[in-house]
């Protein structure tokens, strides 16, 4: 079984630095990717409109942000990725201080039973 999360953030408007951010993404660092697979995270996908960002995450059912947390705090080269990254991000209006990707809460699912069956 899996679990999966969308967050939500939004990017500096600028279309230079969203160009950059896209860049940095395209060839993201081997240390970033290694932590990511080793949280539990199963596939990452990130969408953008504008400079609105979506990210979908499929993740083992042992996953857990806190647990994920933890262990970006404690690798080097993974804070020095997230401080890079705030150059181009900012926080959505209601964030938490500090806080980048904010979860959103699902509302709609086809496969829920409560819509039926068309």
């Not at 600028?14 to 990511?36: C, F, G, N, T």
């Not at 705090?73 to 890079?84: A, H, I």
Request: charged residues 35%; glycine residues 4%.
């Amino acid at each position: 079984m899996t679990k999966r999360y969308c967050l939500l953030l939004d990017l500096v408007d600028d279309d230079q630095l969203i160009r950059e951010y896209e860049d940095y993404h395209q060839k993201a660092w081997p240390e970033v990717i290694r932590s990511i697979r080793d949280s539990g995270i199963l596939s990452m996908e990130i969408y953008r409109f504008g400079n609105r960002l979506s990210m979908m995450m499929e993740t083992t059912d042992e996953f857990s942000f806190s647990r994920k947390a933890e262990m970006d705090q404690t690798n080097p080269k993974v804070r020095e990725w997230e401080e890079l990254m705030w150059k181009y991000q900012k926080a959505l209006p209601g964030a938490k201080e500090g806080e980048k990707w904010v979860l959103a809460e699902k509302i709609f699912d086809t496969k829920d039973e409560k819509y039926g069956n068309y």
